[in-house]
């Protein structure tokens, strides 16, 4: 897999541990820095900041969890990943919960190893980033919506009332008008907001790969299992979990996210041991579910329990006043990663935006600047920059040859996925070797 | 690659010994240079794990640094492991002159499927070039069309081509 690189720091009183850890590591390209006990990884630690500390458990003086302990207090943003021999399981997941990101058992699988430190590289790297702006992170989790627009107020308005209470929240609108961002303004101003807020696309999932994803297994629960491995439910436990695209769950999803959502508690794939969690539920849909549940294809019962409070996100063609802030708000955020020179609009561009009627919604003007800011040869967006309608139709299937739809929809499994590629392949019903190839065909990359 | 001497070094082969000779055949213009395959005079055995029934790859490489200068690679089909990890399909040193790979996990017939020579004799020539470019110091390249890229499960290394992306070849230090 393609990992971005970081810093790592090796715990391990084992040579042969340590070192075949830093060996696979440096491989990757990254930067990693054995140390050999407790004390001397707080000393490391002390001279530089670490991504991620990969701890053995059992050490002798100072072991791996009151080295835990130890670094979650003095060097919080350091993600930490526990190494245990099976016989420790108890112990790793003892450490989970005392801040632990994960816990790998040796010997490991190349490919798990690799995944879990890529994402812990990944979560480590995105909160320096967010935490280099001090108040940044807290404005973005308080309120990622942009627009003053009245249908906007109505709607702010409603998320500042929900967010005080525990509810659960329904939030509808159709594709691209924000749907998850109104989930993080709710998460981000609730008394949840220290704790995570963990998403899921119920529509790129398969059934048998949702009750994973949500429930995670025991080690040998199905064929591939070899490991434990933690569901979403138990990663929202004090936190938020958000459903998107909610309606897409099969019948049998339907009555296994009801029961959890009536108990708050859960079992593991292939284990029996019962796990209480308390999150709160955010869900969120581009369907009609009354008509659903009219048509008994959203049961009744679900669709009470979800819909105890409604928010609608509104249509951009609703809400144009917003239009301005909404393209100055996507020309700063998209600058550093284009690297243009574009930082506005010229007014005939702007005229242009407000006229077109943006069926794709806020994601659709997104596309637009974005396409526009690589072509523009000024530091203006001019009207002869744009291309509008049927850049990103409302039907998706209208006018697109089938090798364009396959295109776009392996792009877009691709992206959910996190280019998780085997995650992708199940998704798509094809194997690896297959999207390995259409990757390839289509010319697709991060 | 390298206009040195590469030595080949193979051992614990079995049934496969045949495969040497167009894996070198492979290599040949691919690496540049002179291409010779000699035989261990080390006990692979010094470095079986009995309760992982596995080979420590680590041990192996050490032995064949023994075994004189230049930049060796052994071809063997003996499962290997590092300590952290269930298995591996080969190692290197780092910017060093030892490399490793394995053919056990790239056969066909260890995942149940039928036994398949060209496919099997593909992998092992990635393989290789992907441990040799670690001996040259290179990393694992993020590109779908390198050979550094890397490759835990043995569909991934169908997926790569044998050669080094345009980035990886320049920064390649003794490159012909």
């Known amino acids: 897999m393609s990992v971005k690189q970081g810093s790592i720091l090796v715990v391990d009183d084992e040579f042969s541990m340590r070192d075949s850890l830093t060996q696979w590591f440096r491989e990757d390209g990254h930067d990693v820095v054995p140390a050999e006990s407790g004390e001397e990884a707080l000393r490391r630690l002390g ?213 959890v959502l009536e108990t708050k508690e859960f079992t593991r794939l292939g284990g029996s041991q019962t796990v209480a969690v308390d999150f709160r539920v955010l869900c969120a849909t581009n369907e009609n579910l009354e008509q659903l549940v009219r048509e008994r294809r959203f049961r009744e019962d679900l669709y009470y329990r979800i819909n105890v409070f409604c928010i609608e996100t509104p249509p951009l063609r609703e809400r144009k006043s917003d239009i301005p802030l909404l393209a100055d708000h996507c020309i700063r955020t998209m600058g550093q990663k284009l690297g243009t020179r574009v930082t506005g609009l010229g007014p005939g561009a702007l005229d242009r935006l407000v006229a077109h009627s943006w069926p794709g919604n806020v994601r659709e003007l997104a596309n637009a600047i974005e396409r526009a800011m690589i072509v523009a040869s000024g530091t203006r967006i001019e009207a002869g920059d744009l291309v509008l309608g049927g850049t990103e139709p409302a039907d998706p299937a209208a006018g697109e040859s089938l090798v364009e739809m396959e295109h776009q929809h392996i792009r877009r499994i691709l992206e959910q996925s996190q280019w998780n590629i085997s995650q992708a392949a199940r998704v798509l019903k094809v194997d690896r070797a297959t999207l390995y190839s259409k990757i390839k065909r289509y010319g697709l990359h991060r | 690659m390298s206009a040195a001497v590469l030595r080949v070094v193979p051992f614990g082969l079995a049934a496969h010994q045949a495969l040497v000779a167009p894996l070198v055949e492979r290599l040949r213009p691919r690496l540049g240079g002179a291409v010779e395959v000699r035989p261990p005079r080390f006990d692979p055995a010094l470095a079986f794990d009995r309760s992982r029934g596995q080979y420590n790859s680590r041990q192996l490489l050490g032995q064949m640094l023994e075994e004189g200068p230049g930049r060796a690679l052994g071809v063997t089909a003996l499962d290997l492991f590092i300590p952290v990890l269930s298995f591996v399909f080969g190692e290197a040193q780092l910017g060093g002159r030892a490399a490793l790979v394995s053919l056990h996990r790239l056969r066909s017939e260890a995942y149940g499927l039928r036994p398949d020579p060209a496919l099997l004799l593909d992998r092992l020539v990635k393989e290789a070039m992907h441990e040799l470019g670690h001996t040259h110091g290179l990393v694992h390249c993020p590109g779908l069309d390198c050979v550094m890229r890397s490759s835990t499960y043995v569909e991934d290394i169908d997926q790569k081509p044998d050669l080094f992306c345009e980035s990886c070849w320049a920064k390649l230090p003794d490159r012909t």
Do not use: W
């Not at chain 1, 670094?71 to 526990?82: A, D, F």
């Not at chain 1, 399981?89 to 690799?114: F, Q």
């Not at chain 1, 979990?241 to 099969?250: G, K, N, R």
């Open chain 1, 47 to 259: 001279e530089r900041a670490f991504d991620v500390a990969l701890l053995d458990i059992k050490m002798p003086g100072m072991d791996g969890m009151e080295l835990l302990e130890r670094i979650r207090r003095t060097h919080p943003e350091t993600r930490i990943i526990m190494i245990t021999a099976f016989a420790a399981v108890d112990t790793a997941v003892a450490a989970l919960k005392h801040g632990a990101r994960d816990y790998v058992t040796k010997p490991v699988d190349p490919d798990e190893l690799s995944q879990v430190v890529a994402r812990a590289i990944e979560d480590a790297q995105a909160a320096r980033e967010v935490a280099a702006e001090p108040g940044r992170r807290e404005a973005a989790l308080a309120d990622p919506i942009v627009g003053q627009s009245p249908a906007i107020q109505t709607m702010r308005a409603l998320i500042a009332q929900v967010a005080r209470t525990d509810a659960t929240v329904l939030i509808c609108g159709e594709s691209g008008t924000g749907k998850e961002l109104v989930a993080r303004a709710i998460h981000g101003a609730s008394a949840r907001k220290h704790f995570s807020l963990i998403s899921v696309n119920c529509g790129a999932l398969s059934e048998s790969l949702l009750e994973s994803e949500l429930f995670g297994h025991e080690k040998g629960a199905f064929t591939g299992a070899q490991y434990r491995r933690k569901g979403k439910l138990e990663m929202a436990d004090g936190g938020t979990l958000f459903l998107d695209e909610v309606a897409t769950l099969t019948t049998k999803s339907q009555i296994d996210l009801l029961r």
